[in-house]
C-alpha cells in the first residue's frame, strides 16, 4: 500500500532535481484557518485568514509540481483538515502518481478519516510537543490537546499506519525541553517516526520570545538524541534545523500557498511570484532568490560557508532571513555560530564596500533589503558630480543610481566578490518629481534574468514614500 520511496529523497536525487530545475516535493497550504492557537505559529498574531479559497489554484499546484517531476505535496495550514475539499485534492494527488503528506494538529482526525489517509497511502504527522498535557495546551493555546493528538495517532494506528508513515511533529522550545528527548523514545518505541525541529522567529513568537532556546542548549539535546538513536540502529549526526535529519529543501522543494503566491519556504517568506499568473516551471527557474539558494555552496556567506559540513548543510534558511534579512546569511541558531555572531551581517549594511564606485562617482549608503524587491538608499551630496547649479539632480543620473544599486546588491549577494562590471540602458523612464540635493533617496528594483549575463531592471525612486522617478534599466554584466 505505502511506497516511501515517493517521500523519501537520497542525496543523489536532490542533486539531480537541483541540476535540471525539477521539483521532488511542493508544500501546499490548503488553508491558512485554525482551531488552535500555537504561540510559536509562523502566521502574524494580526492576520485574519480567508475563509474561502479557490480549489482551482490548489489543482494547478498540484498538476504542475507534478508535472516538474515532483513526487509528494506537503499538506499544510492552518489546520488542513478544515479544508472541506480536502479529499477531493487528496485524490487528485494520488491520481497523478503522487504521494500526500499531511501536517495535522489531530483534532479533527476520525477513524473515517484516518481508514481514508490510509487507503490512499497518504503520510501523517501529528503534533505532539510533549507528554505533559498542561505544556501541550499552553503550546496550543487549547485545551484538551495532548489528548486529541494522542487519541489521533492511536486511530491512525488501527487504521493500519506503520512507521515511517505515522509521523509526530514537535517544535522545541524552553516549555518542552525538559521532555524532549523523553518523548524522542517514547515514538521511537512505539514506531513513530518523531519530526522535532527548531523554530524559526517569526509570526507569533515575536511575540513569545521567552519560548526561544539557546543554540547550545538545543545542542545537547540533538547530541542526546543522536547517541540514543545511534546505538539503537538509527546512523545520522546532528545538525539543525532538523533532529535526525537535514533540511535542503530549497534545491527541490518551494511553498504555495492557497492564493497561488511561490515563496521558497515557510521561513523564507518571500513571494516570488504567483502560479496564476506564470506556470510554476518559469516562476522557480527565473527566480533570483531560487537560484542563490540553489547554489548555496558558492552562495552562503560567513562561517557557514567555511563549515566542513557546507557541501550538505546550510542551516535554516528561513532562521538566516528572519534573523538577518539576508536569506544567504548564515544561520544564527545553529550552535556551531555561537562564537561566531560578529561575523554574520544584519541588514541594512553599508553600501560603499559592495559598490565597484568611489566617491564621488559612488552615490549609494546603505543596502536595506535583498529579495525580490531589493533597496538600496543614498543621500543626494554638495559632490554629487550629477548635480546641477540650482541643486537638481541630472535626469540623466536615474540610470546610474538604480545600476549603482543593482551592482551594490549583486556584490553583496556574492559576499563582497568582486563582480564583473556592468553596462546600463535605461527605457520607460518616468520622473515624477525632482531629486534636489540634500534628500534621502530609496531606489528599489526587481530583477529579471532575460538571458545569460542580461538582466532587466524595473525600478522605483522613492523619496519621504512619495514615487521621484520608476521605468527599466536592461543590465550586462561584462
Known amino acids: 500500500m505505502f511506497d516511501c520511496e515517493k517521500y523519501d529523497f537520497t542525496d543523489g536525487e536532490i542533486r539531480d532535481a537541483a541540476a535540471h530545475d525539477r521539483l521532488l516535493s511542493l508544500e501546499i497550504e490548503f488553508n491558512r484557518q485554525c482551531n488552535y492557537r500555537c504561540p510559536y505559529c509562523y502566521v502574524g498574531e494580526s492576520e485574519k485568514p480567508s475563509a474561502v479559497y479557490d480549489g482551482e489554484i490548489i489543482s494547478r499546484g498540484i498538476s504542475q509540481a507534478a508535472a516538474l517531476g515532483a513526487r509528494k505535496i506537503v499538506i499544510l495550514g492552518g489546520e488542513p483538515l478544515i479544508y472541506k475539499d480536502m479529499r477531493e485534492k487528496i485524490q487528485e494527488i494520488v491520481d497523478l502518481g503522487m504521494g500526500a503528506e499531511i501536517f495535522t494538529n489531530g483534532s479533527l482526525v476520525t477513524q473515517e478519516l484516518a481508514k481514508f489517509f490510509f487507503e490512499h497511502g497518504c503520510r501523517v504527522a501529528v503534533k505532539l510537543n510533549t507528554l505533559d498535557g498542561a505544556v501541550h495546551d499552553r503550546l496550543t493555546g487549547v485545551k484538551n490537546s495532548l489528548e486529541n493528538s494522542l487519541c489521533a495517532l492511536d486511530l491512525l494506528k488501527d487504521a493500519g499506519f506503520t512507521e515511517k508513515m505515522l509521523c509526530a511533529s514537535t517544535v522545541m522550545s524552553t516549555e518542552n525541553l525538559d521532555g524532549i528527548v523523553d518523548l524522542w523514545k517514547y515514538l521511537r518505541e512505539r514506531a513513530i517516526t518523531p519530526y522535532f525541529e527548531i523554530m524559526t522567529p517569526q509570526g507569533r513568537l515575536l511575540s513569545h520570545r521567552s519560548l526561544e532556546v539557546d543554540t547550545l542548549r538545543l545542542k545537547g539535546i540533538f547530541d542526546a538524541i543522536q547517541a540514543y538513536d545511534n546505538a539503537h540502529g538509527h546512523g545520522w549526526k546532528a545538525q539543525p534545523p532538523l533532529v535526525g535529519s537535514k533540511c535542503l529543501r530549497h534545491t527541490y522543494s518551494a511553498l504555495m500557498k492557497a492564493s497561488g503566491d511561490v515563496f521558497p519556504c515557510v521561513g523564507v517568506d518571500l513571494r516570488i511570484g504567483n502560479i496564476m499568473d506564470s506556470p510554476l516551471r518559469i516562476l522557480l527557474s527565473e527566480s533570483p532568490i531560487i537560484r542563490d539558494l540553489k547554489n548555496h555552496l558558492n552562495m552562503i556567506k560567513g562561517p ?10 546550510y542551516g535554516c534558511r528561513g532562521a538566516a532571513y528572519q534573523m538577518t534579512g539576508d536569506y544567504l546569511a548564515s544561520d ?27 566617491p564621488p562617482m559612488a552615490m549609494m549608503d546603505a543596502i536595506l533589503e535583498v529579495s525580490n524587491d531589493s533597496k538600496v538608499s543614498a543621500k543626494i551630496r554638495e559632490d554629487n558630480l550629477f548635480l546641477g547649479s540650482d541643486g537638481v539632480l541630472d535626469r540623466c543620473a536615474i540610470p546610474e543610481l538604480v545600476s549603482q ?31 534636489r540635493l540634500g534628500d534621502e533617496i530609496v531606489v528599489s528594483f526587481k530583477e529579471m534574468n532575460t538571458m545569460p549575463n542580461w538582466y532587466l531592471l524595473t525600478f522605483a525612486i522613492t523619496k519621504d514614500g512619495k514615487l521621484c522617478a520608476s521605468g527599466e534599466i536592461n543590465v550586462c554584466q561584462m
Request: hydrophobic share 40%.
Open 304 to 313: 557557514c560557508r567555511a563549515c566542513e559540513k557546507a557541501a550538505m548543510c
Open 332 to 358: 544564527p541558531l545553529c550552535w556551531r555560530n555561537h562564537d561566531k555572531l560578529g561575523q554574520i551581517q544584519v541588514l541594512p549594511v553599508p553600501a560603499a564596500p559592495y559598490v565597484p564606485h568611489k
Open 405 to 435: 544599486a543593482a551592482a551594490a546588491v549583486e556584490s553583496f549577494r556574492y559576499d563582497g566578490r568582486e563582480l564583473r562590471g556592468f553596462l546600463a540602458s535605461g527605457q520607460k523612464i518616468a520622473v515624477q518629481d525632482d531629486i
